[in-house]
């Protein structure tokens, strides 16, 4: 391409600040060094993580460095690759990864994990192998988002955090397998292990909570309870799956206890799809004993929760997952084949699109409830 | 037998309140009911979790209470409708039932079952009814076994048939202790070949832990104490590496993250404390790591960091070691007269009744393993 080896001058929303809303800038982004690819990032969907270490940093998260430019779940097109990358060329569509996979680690070859650390500190530290990131602004180093940053038109990513995906994938529909329906479905089915016929309950109904609606359902679950504070999501749950929904403000008791009394002693699986401690333990609390499972997707980086150990000793189980247990690389693929094959659902997690100048928007849309997703997209701003 | 059908008075171990010792005394133990067996008591163990209701003071109406639930002996009487028992079987009685008709017990994942008496009253730590009487009180049957007692009754759900051959002052110990442990790493956590595993605590569940995982093929067995004088104890049935926390200054999941290279792939807490829970689950690997809680506490909250496990740990835990209690304990009689477990390791003293004080006091002050009281002539 034209651009091969060259900076490439393009727009961004960078994050100045923490507190302070995104600046559309004119950001430089550096060409690929050796394993890196640069991607022309189509669409991105807007996470609630993004909207956390922008505003909560230091509130369960810990401090990401700025200024940053956020976004970790998109799709795009290799515009050019680094020395030695043969996983990716020029022209492919692909999903850039905040989970890496190197396909040669104990954790990547281990069945039981999706757990890989290729260059996880630094992508973690908002930066890339060499320490450096390939993002500058006004003549400042720009932080890369959990190595990804995709609330830009250019981005580069190490080549064990991207996937390469079929061509005919609708970009502006695949983006969101790079976060929240991955985690949600995943959370269910792999980490959950949810089977057939079972009882559900499923703890927050955003695009993950749903997600994870959406795995129960595509493993028979016989009922999967919706729970969330905002009674407008009820409908799009049901929608996905949930057979009923509850509202923890019509009760007086604690929600886990109407769940174990609707159930007649508790769910077999409980996700947990917040990120927040206290409704960790309600969640725990709301499966059965004896075989209970509770399955902690929502993110918490710092927090602790509080549980009642003999909830344990009595039987349950209490896992975490991160990115819905998928080995990322490997498995984004089958998702994106999941959805062409309308196994899997994704445009009805997209409540807007807009342009990335409006960019700020999806985070209001986001704190009001008013969205599942927003599709931002990159090119036509 | 010449007492079938009567009330037979008896020695038995009470506790009439919490903090103080135990009182031998005469009390009176009614024939057995439908569904119930009446059993002399030839042996049991003395398990901490029976010090925890004497001690914590937070079950007050748990008492007065015969206490035990490590025991064995042999069947007196039997109530109305029982089949599966007559006088004359070795049995041991259990402090968790398996009814084999509930769904519970139908389902190969659990070992909970609907009629124990956890699901009635936990609270009482005891069966809601009892058959006991002494000076004219009713005296409670702690866990609904009451193996302090020459002779105990218990509804046939709860009590197990075992091989005649097995000798009850060895066997009783299969009553908690030693299933819960080695339950634990076989049924629980499920140790796989080649592993590495942690144990937190070497008391008689600890040292069960370590047998356990070392016959699930486990590669290294790491054994973690506050006290050095057990580790040679843990050496026995099978620990490679033993770390006491006191000689670090680093928190113990660090030191064990470290010598491991990034965590155990199971780790077994079999202490009942939550700080310890709390490190067994951070020395347990990131993606894969398992950690299972083994010691008993209905008491407290424990507070852990979410990320621990959104980075890939698994916490269970378990009661009984997952066993089903009837099926399991006879299996591991057979285990052990097949020479496939070992239990006589576990016995560091062997006392009557009527030192049953004594017997506490070593197991409070960490100078026993099991200490096993004989109770009646078998």
């Not at chain 1, 290799?78 to 905040?98: A, W």
């Amino acid at each position: 391409m034209a651009t091969d080896g060259k900076v490439i001058t393009c727009k961004a929303a960078v994050a100045w600040e923490p507190g302070k809303p995104l600046c559309i800038e004119e950001v430089e982004v550096a060409p690929p060094k050796a394993h890196e690819v640069r991607i022309k990032v189509v669409a991105t969907g807007v996470c609630h993580t993004d909207w956390e270490y922008l505003f909560e940093t230091g509130k369960g998260m810990k401090f990401r460095p700025f200024p940053l430019v956020l976004g970790h779940e998109a799709a795009g097109i290799v515009e050019s690759i680094g020395p030695e990358v043969t996983r990716v060329s020029p022209g492919d569509k692909v999903i850039p990864l905040f989970l890496p996979y190197c396909g040669e680690c104990e954790r990547c070859l281990s069945p039981k994990t999706n757990h890989c650390k290729k260059n996880w500190t630094n992508m973690q530290a908002g930066v890339l192998a060499d320490g450096t990131s390939r993002i500058s602004c006004k003549g400042q180093q720009v932080y890369q988002f959990l190595g990804v940053s995709s609330f830009s038109q250019y981005t580069v990513v190490p080549d064990t955090s991207v996937a390469k995906i079929r061509s005919d994938a609708p970009l502006d529909k695949v983006c969101l397998l790079g976060c929240g329906v991955s985690t949600g479905y995943g959370a269910a089915i792999n980490a959950g292990k949810v089977e057939k016929d079972s009882s559900c309950a499923v703890f927050g109904l955003g695009a993950v909570g749903l997600a994870a609606v959406m795995g129960c359902k595509v493993a028979i679950a016989r009922r999967i309870i919706g729970v969330d504070i905002n009674p407008d999501k009820f409908e799009k749950a049901r929608q996905f799956g949930a057979t009923d929904c509850i509202n923890p403000r019509d009760y007086s008791k604690p929600i886990q206890e109407v769940v174990v009394e609707m159930t007649g002693g508790g769910v077999d699986y409980a996700l947990e799809c917040v990120g927040s401690p206290a409704i960790m333990n309600a969640a725990l609390e709301s499966t059965r004993d004896a075989w209970g499972t509770c399955v902690i997707a929502g993110w918490t980086e710092t927090e602790t929760m509080s549980i009642s150990v003999e909830k344990l000793l009595m039987g349950r189980t209490l896992k975490g997952t991160y990115f819905g247990g998928w080995k990322s690389v490997k498995d984004v693929p089958k998702l994106v084949d999941d959805y062409m094959n309308h196994k899997l659902k994704l445009d009805e997690f997209i409540t807007e699109k807009l342009p990335l100048v409006q960019i700020n928007k999806a985070f209001d849309l986001l704190k009001s409830g008013k969205s599942i997703r927003t599709v931002i997209s990159l090119q036509d701003s | 037998m010449s007492t079938a059908g009567k009330v037979i008075k008896c020695k038995a171990a009470v506790a009439w309140e919490p903090n103080k010792p135990v009182v031998i005394e005469e009390i009176e133990v009614a024939p057995p009911q439908a569904n119930e067996v009446r059993i002399k008591i030839v042996a049991t163990g003395v398990c901490h979790t029976d010090l925890y209701h004497l001690f914590e003071g937070m079950h007050k109406d748990g008492f007065p209470a015969v206490l035990g639930h490590e025991g064995a002996g042999i069947v007196e009487s039997v109530g109305p409708g029982v089949t599966e028992f007559q006088p004359g079987d070795k049995v041991i009685p259990l402090f968790l039932s398996q009814c084999k008709e509930c769904h519970l017990c139908k389902n190969p994942r659990t070992n909970q079952c609907e009629v124990a008496w956890t699901r009635i009253n936990q609270a009482i730590m005891a069966g809601v009814e009892s058959r006991f009487t002494c000076k004219g009180k009713r005296v409670l049957q702690f866990m609904g076994t009451s193996t302090f007692s020459e002779y105990t009754v218990i509804n046939q759900t709860a009590v197990a048939k075992i091989d005649p051959a097995a000798p009850l002052d060895k066997v009783c110990l299969l009553g908690c202790g030693i299933c819960t442990g080695y339950g634990a790493a076989v049924n629980t956590a499920k140790v796989e070949p080649g592993s590495t595993c942690a144990v937190f605590g070497l008391g008689a569940v600890g040292l069960a832990a370590v047998m356990g995982c070392k016959a699930a093929g486990a590669k290294r067995i790491i054994a973690v104490d506050v006290n050095p004088d057990k580790f040679e104890n843990a050496k026995v049935f099978g620990a490679t590496d033993f770390v006491n926390p006191k000689d670090h200054d680093k928190p113990i999941h660090e030191v064990l993250t470290k010598m491991t290279s990034g965590g155990v792939d199971y780790s077994l807490e079999c202490v009942g404390n939550v700080q310890v829970m709390r490190s067994a689950l951070e020395s347990s690997a990131q993606g894969w790591g398992v950690s299972v809680i083994v010691g008993w506490t209905d008491l407290h909250d424990i507070v852990i960091r979410p990320v621990h496990l959104i980075s890939g740990r698994t916490w269970k835990g378990s009661m009984f070691g997952g066993f089903k209690s009837k099926d399991g304990v006879s299996k591991m009689v057979k285990d052990y007269l097949d020479k496939k477990l070992k239990v006589d390791e576990f016995i560091s003293h062997n006392m009557t009744l009527d030192q049953a004080n004594d017997a506490i006091e070593l197991m409070k002050n960490c100078k026993c393993i099991r200490a096993v009281m004989s109770v009646s002539p078998p």
